[in-house]
């Protein structure tokens, strides 16, 4: 078996991170909830966003329906909320 340079080591993981990042971007819009703000359509809540709860507790959303939203705890457990239950409970950080 051949063994890799470092270039190509370097190319690989590069190719692998644009794939990534490519991936990522074609499912934004997917994962997002917007709401009109000024006459004009805003994205207000979205993937990886910080969020609180009014218990003070901090979360990341992982996942956007128009049914509910998927929150992530700091211990890396996910659980799903309402979107009625997330404006009434959860403000942006």
């Known amino acids: 078996m051949k063994k890799l340079s470092e270039q190509e080591i370097i190319r690989l993981m590069r190719e ?29 809540i979205s993937r990886e966003l910080k969020v609180k709860s ?21 211990t890396g457990e996910t659980f799903p909320v309402s979107v009625s239950d997330f404006k009434t409970n959860y403000t942006r950080d």
Do not use: P
């Open 16 to 44: 692998e991170w644009n794939k990534k990042i490519s991936r990522l971007l074609e499912s934004e819009d997917k994962l997002s909830l917007t709401a009109r703000i000024n006459g004009e359509e805003e994205t207000v």
């Open 54 to 74: 009014e218990k003070g507790l901090l979360y990341t959303v992982v996942d956007v329906t128009d049914e509910e939203i998927t929150l992530r705890k700091s």
